[in-house]
């Protein structure tokens, strides 16, 4: 039997307003934002856990010991401030493993993020996301005290030297840009790799991070020396690395921004890397 025409336009009317309801409540869900992050209740890896990823070993001054659950070191300090900040105290964060070079590879991930000294770059971007950044570092240049590139002055006085650096890391990039040196430098696959080449006299210097540097002279190798630090091109930035699209990423650079409004930041980063400030700087 046929509906009269005005049912069927009354039925086509309703229809339409259904659906542009339903429009607005998808657009609605789908945004995410800081203001959606409810404390201790995200959508986490493992449910009512922050799980949290670094590499084996881990050095200090980010970690003490060994042991990143004891709280001590930089990274190990900010990590448990931004699970508190999210309403995760330490008993409901777990630490895991997650190699550096593999942490900024595209795919899923076993943890909610990840700290490393992992710099922010746009080509790690497009695989993984990164939390605002929690600190700046400098590149440096270590060298045996009794080579000719622990008497450098300047970036320039390096431009002969065989230089060392970890694969993956921005210590590469920085090495060939800001030095320009006369041969390619070494890549090798672990911080360990570097440190022994040097050690070996392999390389005459290594490039890394200024606050790694400070470490290996300290304790891996005494008998080197900080020649000098110099700035990444851009800022070497490290932030908490996420998987692409991660739900928790705004949730973490929130934390991160209450922790440096109150000083809580500034605080852990004066007392894990006020070492930094004193190596000479090479131009």
């Given at each position: 039997m046929k509906k009269p025409l005005a049912a069927i336009v009354l039925v086509a009317l309703l229809a339409l307003a259904v659906?542009?309801?339903?429009?607005?409540?998808?657009?609605?869900?789908?945004?995410?934002?800081?203001?959606?992050?409810k404390p201790g209740q995200l959508p986490t890896h493992a449910k009512g856990v922050l799980t949290v990823a670094t590499d084996d070993p881990a050095y200090p001054p980010y970690f003490?010991?060994?042991?990143?659950?004891?709280?001590?070191?930089?990274?190990?300090?900010?990590?448990?401030?931004?699970?508190?900040q999210l309403g995760y105290p330490a008993a409901k964060v777990k630490w895991t493993v997650e190699p550096f070079n593999s942490s900024f590879a595209p795919?899923?991930?076993?943890?909610?993020?990840d700290v490393n000294e992992i710099s922010i770059t746009a080509a790690r971007e497009k695989a993984v996301d990164f939390s605002s950044p929690y600190y700046t570092a400098n590149q440096a240049v270590v060298a045996l005290k009794d080579s000719d590139a622990a008497n450098a002055k300047s970036?320039?006085?390096?431009?002969?030297?065989?230089?060392?650096?970890?694969?993956?890391?921005?210590?590469?990039?920085a090495a060939e840009e800001q030095i320009d040196p006369s041969s390619r430098p070494e890549v090798f696959?672990?911080?360990?790799?570097?440190?022994?080449a040097l050690k070996n006299e392999q390389i005459d210097a290594i490039v890394v991070d200024l606050p790694t540097a400070l470490y290996i002279t300290a304790a891996q190798v005494p008998t080197a020396t900080v020649v000098g630090q110099f700035p990444a091109t851009g800022g070497d930035r490290w932030g908490a690395l996420l998987a692409k699209g991660s739900a928790l990423t705004a949730c973490v650079s929130q934390a991160i921004g209450e922790l440096r409004s109150s000083g809580e930041l500034d605080e852990l980063t004066q007392r894990w890397m006020s070492q930094a400030a004193g190596a000479p700087e090479l131009q």
């Open positions: 659906l542009a309801g339903c429009g607005s409540s998808k657009s609605d869900s789908s945004t995410t934002s800081a203001a959606d992050c003490e010991d060994d042991e990143p659950a004891n709280g001590e070191g930089f990274e190990s300090a900010v990590a448990y401030a931004i699970a508190k795919g899923s991930k076993d943890f909610d993020f970036l320039a006085d390096l431009e002969d030297a065989k230089l060392g650096v970890q694969i993956g890391t921005t210590s590469l990039e696959n672990s911080s360990n790799d570097v440190v022994t």
